[in-house]
């Protein structure tokens, strides 16, 4: 292989090359330049990724930041830094105290977020892993929010086959008497359960705090039979807790031979699905998504 390193430095070409420079040396030049050319290019933006850096560190914060705080907690130096925040403040991203100086986030980003429906960017994000998910696991599955103290279906993909589960969009459920249900109620803060809980019609069960608890910790919820007789569901969390997006993917499945090795076996599937759709969506997942892509 002629890498043309050679007849850059001026050096004598293929085989005399080798003599000139000695076999094993030539071998490493081939190397290294092989190695250059697979190498992926860095397409970085130092400047946005600053700018970011300043955008996230005042939304963790949730206080005002002078210069100052904001270089000692990103690690960029406050002369950088000056140019970048004072172009967020005119684009209206940033407001600055005329007293202090210090910098919040206005209410632009807020504005920015709201233009599209968050259950619309969800079904977006949701529907190419709903469908490998479907298509690796050869089971319907469907994805649920919340509504009042209803869980409703909000999209569903059916199984590619004669004798499938479909669940219809729309179709809405007692919060607490499915496994969606129940997985995101147990991941709700303690004010809004609380509040959920009061307002659940008469007659609908209540879980124990107990059975929360462990479904928030475990991550995953399982039931047999629980809706329709004969079918085994599985749901697993979507979004972020800290931030109240939230929702549930699940798959159901008709008359597993065994719902207990069921669960196991879609569980990691299920689970690198709903953590691709998470980082769709923007916000971070705690599952590795690598035995899903």
Same mark, same amino acid.
């Given at each position: 292989?002629?890498?043309?390193?050679?007849?850059?430095?001026?050096?004598?070409? $293929?085989?005399?090359?080798?003599?000139?420079?000695? @076999?094993?040396? !030539? $071998?490493?030049? #081939?190397? +290294?330049?092989?190695?250059?050319?697979?190498?992926?290019?860095?397409?970085?933006?130092?400047?946005?990724? #600053?700018?970011?850096?300043?955008?996230?560190?005042?939304?963790?914060?949730?206080?005002?930041?002078?210069?100052?705080?904001?270089?000692? *907690?990103?690690?960029?130096?406050?002369?950088?830094?000056?140019?970048?925040?004072?172009?967020? %403040?005119?684009?209206?991203?940033?407001?600055?105290?005329?007293?202090?100086?210090? !910098?919040?986030?206005?209410?632009?980003?807020?504005?920015?977020?709201?233009?599209?429906?968050?259950?619309?960017?969800? =079904?977006? %994000?949701? #529907?190419?892993?709903?469908? $490998?998910?479907?298509?690796?696991?050869?089971?319907?599955?469907?994805?649920?929010? !919340?509504?009042?103290?209803?869980?409703?279906?909000?999209?569903?993909?059916?199984?590619?086959?004669?004798?499938?589960?479909?669940?219809?969009?729309?179709?809405?459920?007692?919060?607490?008497?499915?496994?969606?249900?129940?997985?995101?109620?147990? $991941?709700?803060?303690?004010?809004?359960?609380?509040?959920?809980?009061?307002? *659940?019609?008469?007659? +609908?069960?209540?879980?124990?705090?107990?059975?929360?608890?462990?479904?928030? @910790?475990?991550?995953?919820?399982? %039931?047999?039979?629980?809706?329709? #007789?004969?079918?085994?569901?599985?749901?697993?969390?979507?979004?972020?807790?800290?931030?109240?997006?939230?929702?549930?993917?699940?798959?159901?499945? *008709?008359?597993?031979?065994?719902?207990?090795?069921?669960? @196991?076996? =879609?569980?990691?599937?299920?689970?690198?699905?709903?953590?691709?759709?998470?980082?769709?969506?923007?916000?971070?997942?705690?599952?590795?998504?690598?035995? !899903?892509?």
């Amino acid at each position: 292989m002629d890498t043309g390193y050679g007849r850059k430095r001026g050096w004598p070409e $293929n085989e005399s090359c080798k003599t000139f420079i000695g @076999k094993s040396n !030539f $071998n490493l030049l #081939r190397f +290294v330049n092989i190695k250059y050319m697979l190498k992926k290019p860095d397409y970085s933006v130092p400047a946005l990724e #600053r700018g970011l850096d300043v955008i996230e560190i005042l939304a963790n914060q949730r206080r005002p930041l002078t210069l100052t705080d904001i270089a000692e *907690l990103t690690g960029h130096p406050a002369n950088g830094l000056f140019r970048i925040t004072d172009c967020l %403040a005119k684009r209206g991203y940033l407001s600055r105290n005329s007293t202090s100086g210090a !910098f919040r986030l206005s209410l632009r980003l807020y504005q920015l977020a709201h233009t599209h429906s968050p259950v619309e960017s969800l =079904i977006l %994000a949701a #529907r190419e892993p709903m469908c $490998n998910l479907v298509a690796q696991l050869g089971e319907s599955c469907h994805l649920s929010v !919340f509504d009042g103290t209803d869980l409703v279906i909000i999209d569903q993909v059916a199984a590619n086959r004669a004798v499938r589960l479909s669940i219809e969009v729309g179709a809405r459920f007692a919060a607490t008497r499915t496994a969606s249900g129940r997985l995101l109620l147990a $991941n709700l803060g303690k004010e809004a359960r609380d509040a959920l809980l009061k307002r *659940l019609p008469k007659g +609908v069960p209540v879980p124990v705090p107990a059975e929360l608890d462990r479904l928030r @910790k475990d991550g995953f919820c399982s %039931a047999y039979e629980e809706t329709v #007789r004969g079918v085994a569901d599985v749901a697993v969390l979507v979004g972020n807790p800290e931030v109240g997006v939230l929702a549930a993917l699940t798959v159901s499945a *008709l008359s597993p031979p065994s719902p207990k090795n069921f669960t @196991k076996r =879609i569980l990691p599937i299920l689970r690198a699905a709903a953590t691709c759709i998470t980082r769709e969506t923007g916000l971070e997942g705690g599952t590795d998504a690598s035995t !899903f892509l």
